[in-house]
């Protein structure tokens, strides 16, 4: 036992150990790999819908992985209900200034007149690198909301996927299935990749009580 | 020999809780403090402590109304999830402001 307790250390221990088996990365890159496959083979503005519907499927089946995977072994926490209502509130703000910032990437990305203000004709013409900078700057709010410094990772990774896709796809001004669904595609399998690892290690660290 | 303290000179000694000033008991209330509830799974990896160890003195801070324990079946397994009562997070408060007092 240590001499000293530093109550800040207790609460990111525990935000640490919840968020240790990977199953966060695993769902959210789920998500993307699934939006991504979904606007490569049949892209259609309809499909934003599902995009949406998708992720209150996904907290239902994560908080059963939850009580699968994670309380038996590490126990179970509930944080505060301040820090519930700081997460939720903030997630929201992060998710609805995304959603915003995305939707005017995604008008911009579909063709612009050249007469167009110079603002649009630059998001235009950065189009993916402006997708790019919002999905790392969505990760980095994630991660200083919810306390886990490993979504961080994915937010340089989005980077450079992005960067990569406007230097080697062949139009990366315009918004296709191919520029829409291939970053997200492979953000997607690394994240799963990543978080599938986590989980190994964790449920190696943390065998089921008997 | 070395001199004694009087009585007088160590007033905020006597305010310290001693249940909560533990060592092990302490650890338990700063966890439950910062957390609003947990069980005794995570409990017992977090704080180190044996089962026998950390139940002892889950008793002695659930009979001073401290925490309150809910049993409860998971899964068929049995759950036990603890969590402060107001009582004591008043406590940890007082106790904890007791302590910068002590050293200065």
């Known amino acids: 036992m240590s001499d000293e307790i530093d109550l800040e250390k207790i609460e990111q221990r525990a935000v640490a150990a919840y968020y240790e088996d990977g199953l966060l990365d695993i769902f959210e890159g789920g998500y993307l790999l699934f939006m991504g496959l979904r606007a490569l083979n049949d892209f259609a503005y309809r499909h934003i819908l599902i995009w949406i519907i998708l992720p209150s499927l996904g907290i239902l089946l994560y908080n059963e992985a939850k009580?699968?995977?994670?309380?038996?072994?590490?126990g179970y926490i509930k944080f505060t209900k301040e820090r519930r209502a700081r997460?939720?509130?903030d997630s929201i703000i992060v998710m609805f200034v995304a959603a915003f910032v995305t939707l005017t990437g995604l008008f911009t990305g579909m063709g612009t007149p050249e007469s167009a203000p110079w603002g649009v004709l630059l998001l235009n013409k950065y189009n993916l690198l402006f997708q790019g900078g919002v999905l790392a700057s969505i990760f980095l709010l994630l991660s200083r909301v919810m306390g886990v410094t490993r979504l961080?990772?994915?937010s340089i990774i989005s980077l450079i996927v992005y960067l990569a896709g406007y230097i080697y796809l062949d139009s990366p001004f315009i918004v296709s299935s191919q520029t829409l669904?291939?970053?997200?595609?492979?953000?997607?399998?690394?994240?799963?990749?990543?978080?599938?690892?986590?989980?190994?290690?964790?449920i190696g660290r943390y065998p089921k009580e008997a | 020999m070395t001199e004694q303290l009087s009585d007088s000179e160590l007033p905020h000694l006597k305010e310290i809780d001693r249940l909560i000033h533990e060592p092990a008991r302490l650890l338990i209330m700063a966890h439950l403090y910062m957390l609003e509830a947990a069980d005794?799974?995570?409990?017992?990896?977090?704080?180190?402590?044996?089962?026998?160890?950390?139940?002892?003195?889950?008793?002695?801070?659930?009979?001073?109304?401290?925490?309150e324990v809910e049993k409860s079946f998971v899964d068929k397994r049995p759950n036990t999830r603890l969590s402060l009562t107001d009582a004591g997070r008043r406590a940890f408060e007082e106790y904890r402001k007791s302590m910068r007092g002590l050293l200065t």
């Open chain 1, 87 to 89: 997460i939720a509130r």
């Open chain 2, 40 to 67: 005794f799974l995570y409990l017992m990896n977090q704080t180190g402590l044996t089962f026998g160890n950390l139940s002892g003195h889950m008793t002695k801070l659930e009979d001073a109304g401290y925490i």
């Open chain 1, 152 to 154: 961080r990772l994915y």
């Open chain 1, 67 to 74: 009580k699968l995977v994670t309380y038996p072994r590490v």
């Open chain 1, 181 to 202: 669904g291939t970053p997200l595609a492979i953000i997607g399998v690394a994240m799963v990749g990543i978080g599938v690892l986590h989980l190994h290690r964790f």
